[in-house]
Nanobody, 119 residues
Framework: VQLQASGGGLVQAGGSLRLSCAASGRTFDDYGMAWFRQAPGKEREFVAV??????RYADSVKGRFTISRDSLKNTVYLEMNSLKPEDTAVYYC???????????????WGQGTLVTVSS
């Protein structure tokens, strides 16, 4: 599976962004598609995952972020609303046969896209 993330950028606090991750190479629908993020000096952390209708979110983004996928386009999205400065990070999409929240459960990773939220 090859993953290509896009959509990052600079946004003011309270604003919105939508990230996209295009997948290719294998059967998209079988895979859990997840978003993780890594802030400067911190470990990579789970944000959200979607697989077969099951969605999980980190507590820090519940109610603000929404993960969705378009099987026709082999693309997963992360709609981010009410952004906060602490959401600033490089966001990575990942694929795995799981809905786990740990990085080691995912075998395929995109290159990351930077989201910067200014106060």
């Amino acid at each position: 599976v090859q993953l290509q993330a896009s959509g990052g950028g600079l946004v003011q606090a309270g604003g919105s962004l939508r990230l996209s991750c295009a997948a290719s190479g294998r059967t998209f629908d079988d895979y859990g598609m997840a978003w993780f993020r890594q802030a400067p000096g911190k470990e990579r952390e789970f944000v959200a995952v979607d697989r077969w209708g099951t969605r999980r979110y980190a507590d820090s983004v519940k109610g603000r972020f929404t993960i969705s996928r378009d099987s026709l386009k082999n693309t997963v999205y992360l709609e981010m609303n009410s952004l906060k400065p602490e959401d600033t990070a490089v966001y990575y999409c990942a694929a795995g046969l799981t809905v786990a929240v740990i990085t080691s459960s995912y075998g395929y990773w995109g290159q990351g896209t930077l989201v910067t939220v200014s106060s």
